[in-house]
């Protein structure tokens, strides 16, 4: 591990640093692939756009929920922060657990496998050329990373803004194309249960936004731009969404998109042929690195936190004063992320493998954060610097959705799933950890 300075966090991070970050880790892969499978669950054109904005709706009502948490308890520990000081310390750190070995470091191998898979098609290293695109792609990320707070963030800012030109071209593409012939689809009503699990995929898509928490200890005037930093961003993935999915209805109609199984890929090929592929694999390499670089910028802060409050993993609750970063924390999470790039490349699919990993125990604790607004309006009376408009219909919103969430992925998701709430579990000795800390232990304010 990398030998740092005991020192506190520095608020370096501006508003546009923060949109860049969570506009590269919402806008990734699951643009290019979800909309087919929300198109097969809904029976017109109309109710698929309105699910798309339904989803942006949600995300926007969670924004405001993390917006009220954030200026109020500004932290690098972000969601581990707010679960400690609502339930207390033994959730806190279970969270802990839960993030550095399923939810984060499982969504960095996931998204690291999508990459692998494109550049693969660009660049072909053996039947494991997928394994070997993601592992170097996360060791070069992290030690991006590891060099410094601000090398991490301009890479960033090159990649945010890659990205979305690039999904901007295909959006261009879509609607500047001729159509091609459109079957009429199905006139009868969507239902209740097809429109909910079509939400599943279309709030899958827009996660991610909830990492705005992790940027509240290092975000300049947290108070005012934490607010500013959620729906912003929010409000440019909903836009960016609804034009790429009216593009694709332009393109296939409803239809067509029911039976395209890579949807941007098609669209692509339909506009340009072979070269439209390749761009496309391109495309989503792009994507796919933003949304790397970004997530695994927020991931390392809640080792931090956890190292500054559990003495047994006091290395990593310390920040590099030359690099004004948590370095020793990105070290573990890329081996943790490298481990399971490894359990992945063992599957037939590690794309999906991670995503059945990580989605029950992540909706579990957003479920928990959306209840914790409750619990902190109800328990502390000092005014907040940041009140969330719509209360209590924000965290109502988001608790639902959580925990329609959590169903659907236990019911869904299969082994996956019942793996990454056995390793959740896995974690439970860390709470006996925390009984035997000190009571003189440093509290964090």
């Known amino acids: 591990m990398a030998k740092s300075r005991a020192v506190a966090p520095k608020t370096t991070l501006s508003v546009f640093d923060g949109i860049t970050l969570l506009v590269g880790i919402v806008i990734g892969i699951g643009i290019f692939k979800t909309p087919s499978l929300v198109a097969a669950n809904v029976q017109s054109e109309g109710a698929f756009i309105a699910l798309w904005l339904l989803g942006g709706f949600v995300a926007m009502m969670g924004a405001f929920c993390y917006a009220e948490l954030g200026a109020a308890h500004p932290s690098a520990g972000g969601e581990y922060h707010f679960l400690s000081r609502a339930y207390g310390k033994p959730l806190g750190l279970l969270f802990a657990w839960a993030r550095g070995t399923v939810i984060q470091t499982g969504a960095i191998a996931a998204v690291a496998f999508v990459y692998g898979d494109y550049a693969s098609q660009i660049l072909p290293l053996g039947p494991f050329s997928n394994a070997i695109h993601a592992a170097i792609a996360v060791m070069v990320i992290t030690a991006v990373n590891v060099i410094g707070t601000p090398e991490g963030k301009r890479l960033q800012w090159f990649l945010a803004i890659l990205t979305v030109v690039s999904v901007m071209a295909v959006i261009v593409a879509g609607f500047a194309s001729p159509s091609a012939a459109k079957a009429a689809p199905t006139t009868a009503s969507t239902t209740l249960g097809s429109a909910g699990f079509a939400m599943v995929f279309v709030l899958l898509t827009f996660g991610g936004w909830n990492e705005a928490a992790y940027l509240s200890g290092e975000l300049k005037d947290v108070r005012r731009n934490m607010a500013r930093t959620l729906l912003i961003s929010v409000a440019v ?198 009984q035997k800390e000190p009571r003189t232990s440093k509290k964090r304010k």
């Not at 694709?248 to 029911?258: A, D, V």
């Not at 924390?329 to 490894?342: A, T």
């Not at 599957?347 to 479920?367: C, D, I, K, N």
């Open 237 to 434: 993935v909903t836009a960016v969404y609804v034009l790429v999915n009216l593009a694709y209805l332009n393109m296939f109609g409803l239809e067509g998109l029911r039976k395209s199984s890579a949807v941007g890929a098609d669209m692509m090929k339909a506009v340009a042929g072979n070269a439209g592929a390749t761009l496309f694999s391109l495309i989503v390499c792009i994507c796919a690195l933003s949304t790397l670089n970004a997530t695994v910028f927020t991931g390392a802060r809640v080792y931090f936190a956890l190292g500054q409050d559990l003495s047994a993993a006091k290395i990593l609750g310390t920040w590099d004063a030359r690099g004004h970063n948590p370095s020793n924390s990105f070290l573990l999470q890329g081996l943790i992320s490298l481990i399971l790039i490894g359990f992945g490349a063992t599957t037939r699919e590690g794309f999906e493998a991670m995503v059945a990993y990580t989605s029950p125990v992540f909706w579990f604790f957003l479920l928990l954060v959306a209840i914790s607004v409750f619990i902190f309006r109800k328990r502390d009376h000092k005014a907040l610097p940041y009140r969330m408009p719509l209360y209590p219909v924000a965290p109502i919103i988001l608790a639902v959705a959580s925990a329609w969430m959590v169903y659907s992925s236990l019911v869904y998701a299969g082994l996956g799933s019942i793996i990454g709430v056995l390793v959740l579990l896995a974690g439970t000795p860390l709470l006996l950890l925390n």
